[in-house]
């Protein structure tokens, strides 16, 4: 075994026992060594047994069944499409890893509401260490997530925004709760850089808020800030602020406090949209704007409920366990969706028409 760190609490030596490569890059894990950065077998058992150990027997057996069943998708011509389905936890080992479906699925929701600004800004807003470690409910995470919108909407003058949470950082074995807003900034001509008052300004409503709703009294607070104007930019920073995070080997590494307080946190939303981006709002605006909002939607076969065939809606008819399909009759058109094999075909040909 690896001698640990000096700079090691009992904690972390603890779990330098349990996992011995932890404290090691991947690179460093010699291939015969057990690896829990990338074993998602390991990774599933070890979190199963713990969520079926601790009260959890139902996300336990959810966590199991992952990937094993299908949704059946039928439209009014008879053209069938499987959609796969799947529990949805970070802390599951396929749905916790980045470019998951789960995360796919978030990224391209977000994109109709957020590619169409010619600047997309960023701003971390981040606690003290001690505040950051500690099991925030809910309703406090919420409310981190509005004061941080409202600043950004009187400094920025934007006219909605996404927030998100981010409850861990790189390191394993804590928690480290900060707050990213993803805000479209318009009339600057696409230029993203901005005057240094406003962040100073940013930083210090931050402060402000900080120190009143905690009671503390910290000199500076520390925000940051940056922007994306190309596509590609703005791709990577959606999906950067929608990847997973207590995804399934963090989740390992953690506290059996901190495991209770992220099963806890199972159906809480953590994405939250604000100001003309909210959900009762945001088709409105961005018709206003011309913009389809589905549009990023229809593209992906998995999420869209039109069938790619001949355009009619499809209608959930049932469910189908991965074991009982017969791989004959159906088609792969992405990761994650079928379809029957004469639609398939059907498809293919138009593609070739085009
Ligand atoms: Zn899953
Ligand atoms: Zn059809």
Not at 51 to 69: E, F, I, P, Q, V
């Amino acid at each position: 075994m690896a001698l640990a760190p000096l700079s090691m609490s009992p904690k972390e030596a603890v779990l330098e026992s349990v996992l011995p490569s932890l404290y090691l890059s991947t690179a460093q894990v010699k291939v015969t060594d057990l690896n829990p950065h990338e074993d998602r077998q390991l990774q599933q058992n070890s979190n199963y047994r713990w969520l079926d150990k601790n009260g959890y027997s139902d996300k336990a057996s959810r966590l199991l069944d992952c990937g094993t069943k299908f949704a059946h998708f039928r439209d009014k011509n008879g053209h069938d499409k499987l959609s796969k389905t799947f529990c949805k936890y970070e802390f599951c080992p396929i749905c916790g890893m980045k470019g998951s479906r789960t995360h796919r699925t978030r990224n391209t929701r977000a994109h109709p509401r957020l590619m169409w600004a010619p600047v997309l800004g960023y701003m971390v807003f981040t606690l003290p260490l001690d505040l950051s470690r500690s099991r925030m409910p809910r309703e406090i995470l919420n409310r981190l997530e509005k004061e941080s919108y409202d600043i950004v909407q009187r400094n920025f003058k934007t006219e909605g925004a996404m927030a998100r949470i981010h409850l861990a950082g790189d390191r394993p074995g804590h928690l480290r709760i900060h707050v990213n807003i993803l805000f479209p900034i318009t009339g600057t001509n696409g230029i993203g850089r901005v005057d240094p008052l406003i962040l100073a300004s940013v930083q210090q409503a931050w402060t402000v808020f900080i120190n009143k709703f905690f009671c503390l009294s910290l000199d500076v607070t520390d925000v940051k800030y940056s922007f994306a104007t190309t596509m590609k930019k703005k791709y990577a920073k959606i999906k950067y602020v929608l990847r997973p995070i207590i995804d399934a080997f963090m989740f390992m590494t953690l506290s059996d406090e901190d495991k209770h307080y992220i099963v806890g946190l199972a159906g809480w939303h953590n994405t939250r949209w604000f100001g003309k981006l909210a959900n009762h709002k945001y088709k409105a605006f961005l018709l206003s704007k011309g913009l389809d909002p589905l549009a990023y939607e229809k593209k992906d076969p998995y999420l869209s409920n039109v069938c790619p065939v001949c355009g009619a809606k499809f209608k959930h008819v049932g469910t189908v366990w991965r074991r009982d399909i017969n791989k004959d009759a159906w088609r792969w058109i992405d990761d994650h969706t079928l379809m029957d094999r004469l639609s398939y075909i059907k498809l293919q040909e138009m593609k070739a028409q085009k």
